[in-house]
C-alpha cells in the first residue's frame, strides 16, 4: 500500500465501525511490527511507526549499547566496540541506536497475519467501546429484540450491543420466541471475549 492509502483505509475503517482513527493505526503499526519480526526474527526490538499527516511507514530497529559483561540478548544488545565498529563513535553505555530497516515485500502469510492483528485489535477497540457505553447505564431500563432463545435464555440484541436474559430473571409463565420486543432491567456490565 503507498502512503495515503494507508492513511485513508484507517480513516475508513475508522468511520465504519465508529471507533478513533488513531487506534486503528496503531494496529496498522503492530500488524507491519509483527511483520517484521517474523522477516528479521522474532528476538529483534523492531517497531514501526506511521507519519499521521503524510502516512510514510518507518520500520526500525532498536538496540541497547551495555557492557560485554553485561549482554543477556545478544541480538537487541550490543558493545560499545561493536557500536564503534558501525560507525557510531559517539556510542556509550545505555545509548539506544535506531537504524532503519528498508521495507520489504511483506509475502502472502505475513500480510494474513497482518490481517488478524488489525481484525483483532479492532474487535478489542469495539468491545471496550462498547463496555464504556454500558458500564454507566446499571439500574436503567433498555429495549432490544430476542435474536435467539437457548434453554430459556434469551440473546437480546441492543443495537451496539448484545445482553442476556436468563430464564430465572423473567416473568414465570412468559414464553420468549425470535424477534419479540422486549423490555429489561440492566443488572450487570461486563467485558467477554465475544
Given at each position: ?48 511507526h506511521i507519519d499521521r499527516k503524510s502516512g510514510e511507514t518507518q520500520l526500525k530497529l532498536y538496540r ?131
Amino acid at each position: 500500500m503507498n502512503r495515503v492509502e494507508i492513511l485513508q483505509v484507517a480513516d475508513t475503517v475508522a468511520r465504519e465501525k465508529n471507533i478513533e482513527k488513531e487506534l486503528v493505526i496503531q494496529a496498522i503499526e503492530q500488524a507491519i511490527q509483527k511483520a517484521g519480526r517474523s522477516k528479521y526474527g522474532h528476538e529483534h526490538d523492531i517497531r514501526c511507526h506511521i507519519d499521521r499527516k503524510s502516512g510514510e511507514t518507518q520500520l526500525k530497529l532498536y538496540r541497547t549499547v551495555t557492557a560485554p559483561e553485561e549482554i543477556e540478548n545478544e541480538v537487541a544488545q550490543i558493545t560499545v566496540e561493536q557500536a564503534h565498529k558501525m560507525g557510531k563513535k559517539d556510542a556509550s553505555v545505555g545509548d539506544v541506536l535506531i537504524d532503519l530497516l528498508p521495507a520489504f515485500d511483506y509475502g502472502r502469510v505475513a500480510a494474513q497475519t497482518a490481517k488478524q492483528v488489525i481484525m483483532q485489535n479492532i474487535r478489542e477497540a469495539e468491545r471496550e467501546k462498547q463496555y464504556n457505553e454500558f458500564k454507566d447505564r446499571v439500574g436503567e431500563i433498555v429495549s432490544g429484540v430476542i435474536k435467539r432463545v437457548e434453554y430459556g435464555n434469551a440473546t437480546i440484541d441492543l443495537g451496539r450491543g448484545e445482553a442476556i436474559l436468563r430464564r430465572d430473571d423473567t416473568i414465570p409463565r412468559e414464553h420468549l420466541k425470535n424477534g419479540d420486543r422486549v423490555r429489561a432491567y440492566v443488572y450487570d456490565v461486563r467485558r467477554e471475549q465475544r
